[in-house]
């Protein structure tokens, strides 16, 4: 069902002017505020909302929004997918930036901007938006750990799904592959086992956009789930990265790049092109995430032939799935009209739009007050959400809390290791260099 616009409108009138109205002063990181006369205080004829191209629901909120008879209009620009999570600090702190933007609230380039006061302190927003008493415990305390003052400056808008495998039925049962049980690998051999069965059948075991290098990465998370403990993978600089714990993943992705598993040039394929291989019925695996069900959907897969499972276990740890909740919305502090960005923001994580957004693109949301969540997820979306839901069989990615360093040197360099330019020792070794550096 489409959510109709009797049901959005609330947050045009009085609610959301009063959100925005509670939330028109902004602070910079430390509780300092603007001084009078700041940009952020005057208001815009057009909102200017700015996402990634590969953000499939950026176009679709926008379009909501703006057929909803809304106070202001708001413009989309998109910047390229690949490039946007390093193009953005210099857009953001530009003459030129966004009033609102779609962001990825990590360790990385977002804390970075948050603590040189470049972004809107989003603390009150939390508040008057709902998510302060919707969001649970470990992702308030992740956003808001960031900087040293323990303010929030974003705000989640989903959590995705990830270090996980897609499957396509019609093609292990084609092969002769049994599916695995529950969403979950039994043990390294079942999939080892998987593996070779499709390789002696001329199919790929797995397929991936090795070129954007966050895919392997994603491959790297779902590995490190069995061998290093969630808390750990939270504390990135007092990780060991000469361990075995931290070193195996790595180790194992190359012995499976020798095996033949990954498909013959998947270092040169872009995210959307190892899909669209998967699609084509040519490999077995690739890698999943929920809010990549549409795009898979779009290249010509059926969702009734579309599964998903954890990676296999490779060390004593129960295999878990990931959770990114870093998929947010960011204010720059340069930039004009932060009511108004504040009134489209809390439209956007409203519990009316994150309904809407699961039913269109099978997005998870932060706040757990969205009534019929699973059953609007679908079956495959809807399990990866009750997975995350159940102890110990979640763990957030290890690039979540890593500096902006220490993230783009994992995912740059897994792609030297496996086309064998770099050592995993010296891959380790480096990363352990970055860490130091950090002390």
């Known amino acids: 069902m489409s959510v109709q616009s009797t049901r959005r409108a609330f947050l045009w009138g009085a609610g959301g002017l009063a959100a925005s109205a509670a939330l028109t002063a902004c602070g910079a990181p430390g509780g300092s505020s603007k001084s009078g006369g700041s940009s952020g205080d005057e208001e815009v004829d057009e909102l200017i909302f700015m996402t990634n ?68 302190d989003m603390t009150e927003f939390w508040e008057v938006s709902g998510l302060m008493d919707n969001v649970p415990e470990l992702i308030r305390q992740q956003y808001s750990s960031f900087t040293d003052d323990g303010r929030m400056y974003g705000a989640p808008t989903n959590t995705s799904r990830y270090g996980c495998f897609f499957y396509r039925k019609s093609v292990l049962a084609e092969a002769g592959v049994p599916f695995p049980v529950d969403h979950a690998f039994s043990s390294e051999e079942e999939f080892v086992e998987a593996a070779e069965t499709l390789k002696a059948a001329g199919i790929d075991p797995i397929s991936i956009g090795g070129k954007d290098g966050y895919p392997i990465s994603h491959l790297q998370d779902g590995l490190l789930a069995s061998t290093m403990a969630p808390e750990q993978i939270l504390d990135p600089l007092s990780i060991d990265y000469l361990s075995p714990e931290w070193m195996r993943p790595v180790e194992k992705l190359l012995e499976w790049e020798r095996a033949g598993y990954f498909a013959p040039g ?88 994150a309904l809407h957004s699961a039913e269109e693109g099978q997005v998870i949301p932060a ?8 059953e609007v997820l679908g079956p495959l979306a809807g399990s990866m959400y009750e997975l995350g839901e159940q102890d110990g069989r979640f763990q957030f990615g290890w690039d979540d809390p890593a500096p902006t360093n220490m993230i783009n040197y994992d995912r740059e360099n897994l792609q030297a290791v496996l086309s064998g330019g770099q050592s995993v020792r010296d891959f380790c070794e480096q990363l352990e260099q970055l860490k130091r550096g950090h002390a």
């Open 367 to 374: 706040r757990t007050d969205v009534p019929d969540l699973v």
């Open 53 to 120: 191209s590969q953000d499939a629901m950026g176009p679709v909120h926008v379009e909501m929004w703006n057929a909803g008879d809304p106070p202001f209009p708001v413009q989309l620009r998109t910047t390229d997918s690949a490039q946007y999570g390093n193009s953005f600090p210099r857009i953001a702190t530009s003459d030129d930036a966004p009033h609102i933007a779609g962001y990825f609230v990590d360790g990385g380039h977002f804390t970075d901007l948050a603590r040189a006061g470049a972004l809107m």
């Open 266 to 353: 998947f270092l040169g394929r872009t995210t959307d092109q190892g899909n669209a291989h998967f699609a084509q019925g040519r490999a077995g695996f690739s890698t999943g995430m929920n809010v990549w069900i549409p795009l898979l959907v779009e290249a010509g897969i059926d969702t009734e032939d579309l599964d998903w499972c954890l990676l296999p276990p490779i060390g004593e740890l129960e295999t878990k799935i990931s959770i990114y909740a870093g998929g947010g919305i960011v204010i720059p502090e340069i930039a004009p009209g932060h009511a108004q960005a504040v009134e489209f923001g809390t439209w956007l994580v409203s519990p009316e739009t």
